[in-house]
């Protein structure tokens, strides 16, 4: 599965996903958007680093971990409805992001935004 492209999740029961996703480094799109009881991604999170499209929409994380900024081929992110979500300070460190779709309400937003 070292070769894997898409990972559709979507409308699953899952909290978190394995360490072991970070193996998956040939990954260019990652949904997990509608899995109401997801709360975390991995610190292996950071070895993904040609995913381009990430959707959690109506996930139930509380904050991205700060290695998103290792992604460094993220163009997309939908952070919609998020029943939790807190903080967008690490934001700043996605360089190339050109999509971020944002559809909730959040306690702190980077000022290194905009």
């Not at 300070?89 to 935004?113: C, G, H, P, R």
Request: charged residues 25%; aromatic residues 10%; hydrophobic residues 40%.
């Amino acid at each position: 599965m070292k070769f894997l492209k898409e990972l559709l999740l979507n409308q699953i029961g899952i909290k978190e996903l394995p360490s072991s996703i970070g193996y998956l480094t040939s990954l260019d799109i990652l949904d997990v958007s509608w899995c109401l009881k997801f709360q975390k991604l991995p610190n292996s999170f950071a070895n993904m680093r040609r995913l381009r499209k990430l959707y959690m929409r109506g996930t139930n994380i509380k904050e991205l971990p700060s290695s998103i900024g290792y992604l460094e081929s993220l163009e997309a992110l939908d952070l919609s409805y998020f029943s939790n979500f807190e903080n967008f300070l690490e934001m700043e460190k996605t360089k190339f992001l050109k999509d971020l779709l944002v559809e909730t309400a959040i306690k702190e937003l980077s000022s290194n935004i905009g």
